[in-house]
């Protein structure tokens, strides 16, 4: 196992733990100081991991060709469209008054998921 493909399984292992953690801090309402400060370094750690991976997709993109860049803009823009869209439609007929421009950043962060995972975790394959 490469050590980038160690680091990540290390990283997203702690990303579960943390919510797990997280979750049960909510679901049995524990309010300690202790319990605050750890949500606190949890979200920290969830923002300084998405920074990682994206920083992850770009140096894995500059290994990429052209075509395989565009492939994968083009699969991000088509799973980005289709999912606001399909968003946007069930929120119009289960909640029409309730459509937020900020419902966006669930299909952006699955769009980039579709299209750049294995850049994120696993990098570039060299053939």
Do not use: C, Q
């Amino acid at each position: 196992m490469k050590k980038y493909t160690l680091l990540n399984v290390i990283l997203s292992t702690m990303v579960g733990l943390g919510m797990v953690i997280s979750l049960l801090i909510a679901y049995k309402d524990i309010d300690t100081p202790l319990a605050f400060k750890f949500l606190v370094g949890y979200v920290i750690y969830l923002v300084l991991y998405a920074l990682y991976l994206t920083s992850a997709i770009l140096i894995n993109m500059r290994k990429l060709t052209w075509i395989e860049i565009s492939k994968r803009l083009f699969t991000f823009i088509i799973s980005f469209i289709f999912l606001s869209g399909s968003l946007f439609l069930f929120n119009y007929i289960f909640r029409p008054s309730e459509i937020d421009v900020g419902d966006l950043i669930i299909p952006l962060g699955l769009s980039v998921g579709i299209a750049f995972f294995d850049l994120m975790i696993f990098g570039k394959k060299d053939n």
